[in-house]
């Protein structure tokens, strides 16, 4: 190893302390000027554009440094921190590149209609083995937190098996998930003490993966994935309706919404349809009327929506089967419609078994 090489090793112990390292890029930076360190102490230097990145500078020559993941480069210490405000990712503005990530990847911006969150997907699934990964970014005090991705055909779920051996560890939302072995900040109801599943996502009484999160105010929310399904055409063509596919991530579920509100009563439908293992989409059914949308001042419904935002029918409320109603037992005029009774939204028992109640696909009032 040249003198040059010594000393610029010698450097990063300084940064990170004992036994860490960072990735170098070798060469001169091509987005750096070549006299970058002219005149510099030998030294590390913030990078003039890469939150995330750090010059380091041996006999006058510049080495582009990459800081581990989910660290950022403070000049004011000379270290690679936790994130921290920087005017150079100021508002999240730029969408980050995926680090540490040596395949091609797809972006997908904004993510769930939140032009504040980044999902990003593998373009081929080439690893031999799942690894755990949050395939979505966050923009958090105008910092985007660090997404990872696995590719292994593992990675998948494949709705007609029971089996999903997927490593994904955050929601929908980039929050990180909570251990089954925790108890903190959430206590389990499912997979208690399960220190073998890590914090990884499950489908245990869901048809998708979902964790308890390590947010306090969420309990629990569904998680990104990758499903291996393909159906054919939509099932509804209509002017009058859009069509949004994938929906809440999920290429199994499609949902229809109205483009305006001008039928002049409601009636029972489902706007939801789901792929079926079959390849063949389930027939969804609309309703357009002014009662149709949740009027979200005054919390009123009396639309008939009777199905769950999966598209799982809703059980009557005057049924026992498969769920004991603890609202509106016994109530035969509400049929399975979907009410905002004891939540403030609408929501209804289901015909799952393993799920006993669900919110509905159900839009506010505009």
């Not at 003039?48 to 800081?67: E, Q, R």
């Not at 980050?96 to 990003?120: A, I």
């Not at 809440?248 to 483009?259: E, L, P, T, W």
């Not at 009662?291 to 009557?316: H, I, K």
Request: some cysteine.
């Amino acid at each position: 190893m040249d003198a040059l090489m010594l000393a610029l090793v010698a450097l990063v112990p300084l940064v990170f302390g004992p036994g860490a390292m960072a990735d170098t890029v070798t060469g001169a930076p091509p987005d750096i000027p070549a006299d970058f360190c002219k005149g510099k102490v030998n030294g590390n230097y913030e990078h003039p554009t890469s939150c995330y990145d750090f010059i380091a500078c041996s006999n006058g020559y510049p080495h582009l440094m990459v800081c581990p993941a989910n660290l950022m480069f403070n000049e004011n210490t000379g270290n690679c921190e936790q994130s921290h405000a920087d005017p150079r990712c100021d508002d999240c503005a730029t969408t980050p590149d995926l680090r540490h990530h040596s395949g091609s990847y797809e972006v997908t911006r904004p993510f769930l209609n939140d032009d504040k969150r980044v999902r990003y997907g593998c373009k081929e699934f080439m690893d031999p083995e799942p690894k755990s990964f949050c395939p979505v970014s966050r923009c958090v005090n105008d910092a985007w937190t660090q997404a990872t991705l696995s590719c292994s055909a593992k990675d998948h779920l494949y709705p007609e098996d029971e089996i999903y051996e997927g490593k994904v560890s955050c929601t929908l939302g980039g929050i990180p998930c909570q251990r089954w072995d925790s108890i903190f900040p959430h206590d389990p109801q499912y997979l208690q003490n399960r220190s073998d599943l890590h914090n990884w996502c499950q489908p245990v009484i869901s048809d998708r993966p979902w964790c308890y999160t390590t947010d306090p105010s969420v309990r629990w929310d569904y998680c990104p994935f990758d499903e291996k399904i393909v159906c054919g055409d939509e099932p509804i063509s209509d002017s009058r309706y859009s069509l949004e596919y994938p929906f809440n991530d999920a290429y199994s579920v499609g949902r229809y919404r109205c483009k305006t509100y001008d039928d002049p009563a409601p009636v029972a439908h489902c706007p939801m349809t789901r792929c079926l293992p079959t390849a063949n989409w389930t027939q969804p059914s609309m309703s357009c009327s002014s009662q149709d949308c949740l009027n979200s001042t005054t919390s009123e419904y009396s639309g008939r929506v009777s199905c769950t935002w999966t598209g799982v029918q809703c059980q009557r409320w005057d049924s026992n089967t498969p769920h004991i109603p603890k609202y509106n037992q016994g109530r035969t005029d509400l049929e399975n419609y979907c009410v905002v009774e004891g939540f403030g939204k609408p929501w209804c028992y289901t015909m799952d078994p393993t799920t006993e109640w669900d919110w509905c696909p159900v839009e506010e009032c505009v």
